[in-house]
């Protein structure tokens, strides 16, 4: 059971099918009731009064007149029930685990396969014998095939007629098993192991008797027949009476599966051993058509009264034809569209769909005169709900637009990336560009970090790669490299992931379907909390193989997109002091490259009629000739790496910078002034826990006890180790840490003279 909105819904997935509903067909199923019945049932249980009661549960159907006819209700669509009914849950319930094995004993049958045909519905008791039902065209039990201990089959309740029982999505199906006998039908289904695993886009389909081939007519794609060694009784054998009537009636191919001639049927063929059905089929013969019947003109209207029937409509093929897809709990489909070699989805509602279907020549009305209940088109929808129904409709960076089965359910990506046609030629304005705000060296590592990124895109595979962090002087042109460069290099789509990255949402559906994660200028924030939390971020993004798909009123799936992140920032101090700790961690995560301004290359474009408009052409007619040797050139070899292939790289100007700005500074400057003053320079070091090193600091009579009571007086002694653990990464020749088994201290050596 579940809610979608404000509506409610069921899905039964016993027996290895599925079927869902809302609460009118949850009685029809429950209760054996017809459409009508249902509606007049839900309306008691409601509590809204009718002219008459609603039909009881074992019933199923209207009261009875005085006259022996069906009263109908005023809910009714006019639509007369037999007087006698059929209470198949009913019989569900009296067929218990004793009456399956006697099933499986009698006909050679594995227990547990008996079982599972009465889990799937398929076996009740009617009367006190095993019954079969007997279904009309939307699924609903109508009645049941019964056989008395004399063997002489009957239906009950009388009236309905004979139809044939299908297996599996009969609407769907690309293969379908036929049988004369459903002993027959389930021997097989069961050597097959159907009650284990039911094989894709197969059906059974059972004609209940060898008079009654011309039901072939309903089955899907290649029909694989199993006609019985019948003796020959007056000229003729009856199955292969069957099989030739079967053939004449058949849609499509029809293929005879041969039972060895000491076995008049398949179940006696089960019953003497283990069959191998796969080599059966595969050593299936092809049966043609009756010469006459293939001759045959076909029939037109006038000519007997009849009209041609209509061509049989394969529902699998069209699907895939179309590339339709559902959206489960939805009102939404996706439908396949390629355009100039690109393929996407397009998301539309239910009337629009319909409309499309229409436009292509899909019916939406059944042909009754052809034996046609349900129109094609509905069809078709309800065939994309039953077997292509997609859990997430998303894009995933780096992704092909398909269907995936992922890690949480199926999920539909509705786009590639589109990754620009590489070309031969020259590109000196992006040249001019990168080199004139990186030089030389940003410009190779920039490009090297790119190419490492394009090749694993082209190539379908998901490579980590650096942070790219561009440090640089307000208006330089900096984010350009962004937006003109490495977006349409990656594919198109950038993300801006600042609100997922500072903890204001987990939502990230938008950042998943992007390839480039941009973040131009950083959240000002100096808080400890804030910048650890963001420092966490980049490191997911960076090293992490999976993230979790997180969309408004669905569940998380787990999915693997391609991601790149860059970010842009300025120069000045409390600008870098909003970046995250740089721990060594963190610092093999990032390429960090120093922009300056560029006056000359911005001159280029200064007498132009609009500058922006000019940059932006000239970059774009470029940008397939740049990607051209990104893919062609090789990384150089003094910037080649193991794990991401290429060097971390921080400059040094810029991480004294940032060290300036960090608190373990401050400290690093209390010690040399504290412990180390002027007249004790070279000699002996000094040692002690954080505990001892904060009193030193903050004890009356040291030079530096003020400041260092504002920095540590309200600091954890653990904050105070993590800042000596920086301080010794920093400067391993002056901070060491000794272990011994009953203490941890610290050895910090007086500066150099």
């Known amino acids: 059971i579940f809610q979608r909105g404000e509506a409610w819904g069921w899905c039964d997935r016993t027996g290895g099918g599925e079927s869902k509903g809302d609460e009118i067909t949850l009685l029809e199923k429950l209760e054996g009731l017809s459409r009508a019945d249902a509606i007049a049932r839900y309306l008691a249980l409601a509590g809204v009064e009718t002219e008459h009661p609603a039909p009881s549960a074992r019933t199923g159907g209207g009261d009875t007149r005085d006259d022996g006819q069906t009263a109908r209700h005023p809910v009714n669509t006019g639509a007369r029930v037999p007087v006698e009914t059929l209470d198949w849950p009913a019989a569900l319930t009296k067929f218990t685990a004793a009456h399956a094995a006697k099933l499986a004993e009698s006909r050679g049958y594995s227990r547990e396969f008996a079982t599972w045909l009465h889990a799937a519905g398929l076996v009740g008791l009617c009367k006190e014998n095993t019954a079969f039902p007997v279904h009309d065209e939307a699924g609903r039990v109508l009645a049941a095939h019964v056989r ?291 030089g030389d060296d940003g410009m190779a590592r920039l490009c090297a970090w790119l190419t490492i990124a394009l090749k694993a895109l082209r190539a379908g595979k998901r490579r980590p790669g650096q942070a790219l962090i561009i440090v640089g002087p307000p208006d330089c042109g900096k984010s350009r490299i962004q937006h003109q460069i490495i977006t349409p290099i990656l594919g198109g789509r950038s993300a801006d992931p600042k609100s997922f990255f500072f903890g204001r949402t987990d939502f990230n559906a938008e950042l998943i379907g992007a390839e480039h994660l941009l973040i131009e200028e950083i959240p000002a924030s100096s808080r400890h909390e804030e910048r650890q939390f963001f420092g966490e971020r980049i490191k997911e993004i960076v090293a992490n193989d999976t993230a979790r798909l997180h969309k408004k009123n669905r569940d998380a799936v787990t999915v693997s997109p391609f991601w790149r992140l860059s970010i842009t920032l300025n120069d000045n101090p409390e600008k870098l002091r909003c970046l995250p700790l740089l721990t060594d961690d963190l610092s093999e995560k990032i390429i960090m490259l120093q922009a300056k301004p560029a006056q000359e290359f911005w001159a280029l474009f200064a007498d132009a009629s609009d500058p922006r408009e000019a940059f932006l052409s000239a970059i774009g007619r470029e940008l397939p000739a740049f990607a051209h040797d990104l893919a062609a050139v090789p990384i150089p070899q003094h910037l080649e790496d193991r794990r991401y292939g290429l060097k971390s790289f921080i400059p040094d100007e810029l991480a004294q910078t940032i060290f300036e700005g960090e608190p373990e500074h401050h400290l690093w400057l209390l010690i040399n002034k504290g412990i180390f003053p002027e007249e004790r320079e070279g000699s002996g070091p000094w040692s002690g826990d954080a505990e001892d090193l904060k009193g030193k600091l903050c ?19 653990s904050t105070i180790g993590t800042w000596l653990r920086q301080l010794s990464t920093r400067f391993p020749n002056r901070v060491k840490q000794c272990r011994t088994a009953n203490e941890r201290t610290w050895v910090i050596q007086a500066p150099a003279e």
Request: glycine share 10%.
């Open 699 to 717: 004890a009356d009579g040291c030079p530096v006890r003020v400041s260092a009571n504002r920095l540590l007086g309200s600091v954890h002694l």
């Open 148 to 438: 008395p201990a004399s063997g002489r089959w009957f239906y009950t309740p009388k009236g309905i007629g004979a139809r044939p029982l299908l297996i599996g999505d009969a609407l769907t199906a690309t293969k379908t098993l036929v049988f004369e006998s459903q002993w027959d039908a389930f021997a097989i289904m069961d050597a097959m192991g159907w009650h284990k695993t039911a094989p894709t886009g197969w059906a059974v389909l059972i004609t209940r008797g060898a008079s009654n081939g011309r039901f072939a007519s309903r089955g899907f794609g290649a029909l694989y027949t199993w006609p019985q060694n019948d003796v020959e009784k007056d000229g003729k054998r009856a199955g292969e009476e069957w099989l030739r009537d079967v053939t004449a009636h058949a849609p499509g191919e029809v293929f005879r599966v041969v039972v060895p001639a000491q076995f008049k049927d398949a179940n006696d063929w089960t019953r003497a051993g283990a069959v191998d059905v796969r080599a059966a089929l595969d050593a299936a013969s092809r049966v043609e058509k009756p010469a006459q019947l293939a001759s045959a003109p076909p029939k037109t209207p006038g000519s007997n009264g009849e009209k041609p029937p209509a061509p049989q409509f394969d529902t699998a093929a069209t699907l895939e034809t179309l590339g339709l897809w559902w959206l489960n709990g939805s009102s939404s489909y996706f439908l396949r569209r390629e355009e100039n070699g690109r393929l996407r989805f397009l998301e539309m509602g239910g009337a629009e769909i319909r409309r499309k279907l229409r436009v292509r020549g899909i019916r939406s009305r059944p042909d009754t005169d052809a034996g046609e209940s349900v129109a094609p088109l509905d069809k078709i929808l309800d065939a994309a709900t039953e077997l292509r129904a997609i859990d997430f409709a998303a894009n995933i960076g780096g992704t092909p637009a398909g269907v995936y089965d992922l890690p949480g359910g199926r999920v539909l990506v509705r786009e590639s990336p589109r990754l620009i046609e590489p070309l031969a030629g020259v590109y000196p304005t992006i040249t001019a560009l990168l080199t004139g705000l990186l």
